[in-house]
């Protein structure tokens, strides 16, 4: 009877095309509802698909840096500007110096002591110099702080193992949406990260997962949504918190969404 309540809220056409699945468990009772997305995935993917793939992901990260940036131009104006600029690539590879970065116009190389990883989205201030760009800043898109934290009046159990009561993924990497007046969102992966590439994630607002992870040609790993729990699914325990995310790395832990304070099983 809910889903058919909720099916008629939300129009029968658009909770057909949904890839979204309401659970029902002991928090539906109390007037809160557990939302599921689910990523397409592809058996085999083939060239197209993988760029499109990294094409997605170029505009998605950009579209969070641009607004930081200052006098933004294309890698390909970049390399006859004489002021100070930035612009936003996807690295290429590291070199000696820094690194070389790309968009659709272009490459360019930064000169820069900044640590990355092949495929990272960043942007770069700085200025030209001998066709190379020295750079002054390093920007990622990262985790706003002045924004709103959703909580609620609820204490709830994440495991990894399907157990009475309890929230499960299905898949990951997965948003869990939490709501009953308010709202958590909890994202769940399933990776071995260590707790500094975890919170790279978040600084980069992207899983960064290995490259033959990668089934389908949306972008299911950027971090479009800001989430209140980074839950990584691990053996390894640790907890952390980013720029008001508590990040849970574990196979299963009771959290009370009201004060955040937590118990890992």
Not at 50 to 71: C, D, G, R, T
Not at 76 to 92: D, R
Not at 173 to 193: F, G, R
Not at 236 to 265: D, P, Q, Y
Request: hydrophobic share 35%; aromatic share 6%; net charge neutral.
């Amino acid at each position: 009877p809910d889903m058919l309540n909720k099916i008629n809220e939300d129009n029968i056409d658009e909770s057909l095309r949904s890839d979204k699945l309401v659970l029902d468990s002991k928090e539906a009772e109390h007037g809160i509802s557990v939302i599921k997305s689910r990523a397409k995935q592809k058996a085999k993917m083939s060239v197209s698909d993988f760029s499109q793939y990294y094409q997605n992901k170029y505009e998605n990260i950009k579209s969070l840096i641009q607004n930081k940036a200052e006098n933004l131009v294309s890698i390909n104006k970049a390399k006859n500007e004489p002021s100070k600029l930035s612009v936003i690539g996807m690295i290429k590879q590291n070199t000696q110096q820094g690194i070389i970065i790309e968009d659709v116009t272009g490459e360019i190389e930064v000169i820069t002591k900044e640590q990355a990883d092949e495929d990272d989205v960043l942007g770069v201030t700085g200025s030209v110099r001998e066709s190379r760009l020295f750079a002054e800043s390093i920007i990622y898109p990262d985790i706003q702080i002045n924004r709103k934290i959703g909580s609620l009046d609820e204490t709830i159990t994440l495991s990894y193992k399907p157990k009475q009561n309890t929230i499960t993924p299905d898949k990951t990497p997965q948003y869990i949406e939490i709501s009953n007046n308010n709202k958590v969102v909890i994202l769940a992966y399933k990776t071995e990260s260590n707790k500094e590439k975890t919170i790279a994630m978040l600084k980069k607002r992207h899983l960064s997962p290995k490259r033959n992870e990668i089934m389908s040609s949306e972008d299911v790993f950027f971090i479009n949504k800001i989430p209140e729990i980074f839950w990584i699914i691990s053996e390894n325990k640790w907890s952390h918190i980013h720029r008001g995310v508590l990040i849970l790395s574990c196979e299963e832990a009771k959290i009370n969404l009201k004060t955040m304070e937590f118990e890992i099983l």
